[in-house]
């Protein structure tokens, strides 16, 4: 696992619309469905309708992201080049 576990990681989430979190270390990618970041405890992959990146301070580690979340999920897989082309057809 790389995940370069170095501070701390926290996540609210206010009525599957709005997540703010810590220690996120890089936006991968993301769209209005998809949003791949990595975190102080790995890759996180969020899904949803109309997803936006509200607030972004990768110095703080911190984001805000607002829409309608359906799914959030921890993982170890890296992210492979055939996920940019799902994500952007």
């Given at each position: 696992m790389?995940n370069?576990?170095?501070?701390?990681h926290?996540?609210?989430?206010?009525?599957?619309e709005k997540?703010e979190?810590?220690g996120?270390?890089?936006v991968?990618?993301?769209?209005?469905?998809k949003?791949?970041?990595?975190?102080n405890l790995?890759?996180?992959?969020?899904?949803g309708?109309e997803?936006?990146?509200?607030k972004?301070?990768?110095?703080?580690?911190?984001?805000?992201?607002?829409?309608?979340?359906?799914?959030?999920?921890?993982?170890?897989?890296?992210?492979n080049?055939?996920?940019?082309?799902?994500?952007f057809?």
């Amino acid at each position: 696992m790389d995940n370069n576990n170095t501070g701390e990681h926290n996540l609210t989430i206010e009525n599957r619309e709005k997540i703010e979190m810590n220690g996120i270390q890089e936006v991968i990618t993301f769209n209005e469905e998809k949003i791949i970041l990595k975190s102080n405890l790995g890759r996180l992959d969020i899904e949803g309708e109309e997803l936006n990146i509200k607030k972004l301070n990768l110095d703080k580690e911190n984001i805000q992201i607002n829409g309608y979340i359906n799914s959030f999920e921890y993982t170890d897989k890296p992210v492979n080049k055939n996920i940019f082309k799902k994500i952007f057809k």
